[in-house]
């Protein structure tokens, strides 16, 4: 009963104090372009969020078992660049 209390207490008093801090009135400006910026931030924050699902994605299907990871292949097998060929690195 003593430790629930105190877990139940120590949330209510953060709140009530951070609630405190920030009533007082904020006398500031904010242009068309702070809006601009804060947009391009929540749209980019939105695109990267969008872009590591995607690449996740398959594992995360392969952990939950609806997609079975593709065989592997060996790169070893390739064969080599004979010395009559160019090169693609020069």
């Not at 904020?26 to 995607?54: F, N, P, R």
């Amino acid at each position: 009963m003593h430790v629930r209390f105190f877990s139940r207490l120590f949330p209510l008093t953060l709140s009530t104090l951070f609630l405190g801090m920030s009533a007082s009135g904020a006398h500031a400006y904010l242009d068309a372009g702070t809006g601009s910026m804060i947009l391009q931030v929540l749209l980019g924050g939105i695109a990267g969020l969008l872009i590591a699902g995607k690449l996740y994605w398959h594992k995360f299907l392969s952990l939950v078992g609806l997609r079975q990871d593709p065989p592997q292949t060996d790169e070893a097998e390739d064969e080599p660049v004979a010395e009559s060929q160019p090169r693609a690195d020069r």
